[in-house]
């Protein structure tokens, strides 16, 4: 398999397209439905499972259930942000290096658990409210981009489906 698929299964996120109302409106059901679809593939993997990878050099899936719970974080921070701030500035961390650190190697429950709150908070913010806070925005310093909410709901349904993905080509590798 090419290395090319095996590091964006599902293709690399196109953050210059307009997404319309409807990947909008998906995207917010996909983010809702998320945490039980991962902990539904997960959950009653060995530790020999969680070891896995999904390509050479990359991520066990464990540390991908425990990446999910960091960025998924960030995201909903940077989004409090957008709507709360005008045009913020966000920096980026070194997932690589947060990958690494003594909290990736716990059990996956605690992440598992982080995101379901995330994404339940996040679906109360989105959910409720208008199209205008759509077009909030965050600048992200080191990609040097501004995102709108309305690139960032999908941006963050790809990640999700994204590193599902990993994980089923990790339990397949």
């Given at each position: ?8 299964p ?59 719970a ?56 989105l ?19 501004t ?5 960032v ?21």
């Open positions: 398999m090419e290395i090319e698929h095996l590091q964006y599902i293709g690399r996120f196109d953050k210059t397209r307009t997404y319309s109302d409807s990947d909008i409106t998906y995207g917010i059901s996909y983010l809702k439905d998320y945490p039980a679809i991962l902990e539904d593939t997960v959950k009653n993997l060995s530790d020999e499972a969680l070891a896995q990878i999904y390509r050479p050099g990359g991520w066990n899936i464990r540390q991908l259930v425990h990446h999910l960091d960025s998924h974080s960030n995201m909903y921070i940077r989004i409090k942000c957008a709507l709360t701030e005008d045009n913020p500035t966000i920096k980026g961390y070194n997932e690589g290096d947060w990958a690494e650190l003594p909290d990736s190697k716990l059990p996956i429950d605690p992440s598992l658990k982080m995101l379901s709150g995330i994404h339940q908070r996040l679906a109360a913010l959910d409720n409210n208008d199209d205008s806070l759509l077009e909030k925005s965050y600048f992200h310093a080191g990609y040097d981009f995102y709108t909410l309305r690139t709901i999908p941006l963050y349904q790809w990640h999700s489906e994204h590193h599902l993905e990993h994980i089923k080509l990790a339990l397949n590798y």
